[in-house]
């Protein structure tokens, strides 16, 4: 069984994976699925802050805890959620604590 694309038929399991990786993609950006780890631009939008907040934040050392993925400059960082509820947690302030 085959689908067919512009490029012509696409053989059943190479569909199937594109269909389940368009879905995974959405799934993820819809926010149906909740990874571990978000990258900064997800940690940000999960904290409720910028992008550059974050960043910022990260180099001066006053950011949530993070996992370099790569020593090089530039390289890919992500935030574990638990880190950043922590984070969030630590600075509340007013109201009455439990």
Same mark, same amino acid.
């Given at each position: @069984? !085959?689908? #067919?694309?512009? &490029? +012509?038929?696409?053989?059943? $399991? !190479?569909?199937? =994976?594109? *269909?389940?990786?368009? %879905?995974? %993609?959405?799934?993820?950006?819809? &926010? *149906? ?8 631009? !997800? %940690?940000?939008? /999960?904290? +409720?802050?910028? =992008?550059?907040?974050? $960043?910022?934040?990260?180099?001066? &050392? $006053? +950011?949530?805890?993070? #996992? ?6 530039? &390289?890919? *960082? =992500? /935030?574990?959620? !638990?880190?950043?509820?922590?984070? @969030? %947690?630590?600075?509340? *302030? +007013?109201?009455?604590?439990?």
């Amino acid at each position: @069984m !085959s689908s #067919t694309s512009l &490029g +012509g038929p696409i053989p059943a $399991e !190479s569909f199937a =994976r594109q *269909v389940a990786e368009q %879905a995974l %993609a959405e799934f993820l950006r819809r &926010g *149906v699925i909740s990874p571990e780890f978000l990258d900064t631009s !997800s %940690a940000a939008t /999960y904290l +409720g802050m910028s =992008r550059q907040w974050l $960043e910022i934040a990260r180099h001066k &050392g $006053e +950011g949530p805890p993070y #996992t370099k993925l790569s020593d090089a400059k530039g &390289g890919a *960082v =992500r /935030y574990r959620r !638990s880190d950043l509820d922590a984070f @969030m %947690a630590e600075r509340r *302030v +007013g109201g009455a604590r439990r």
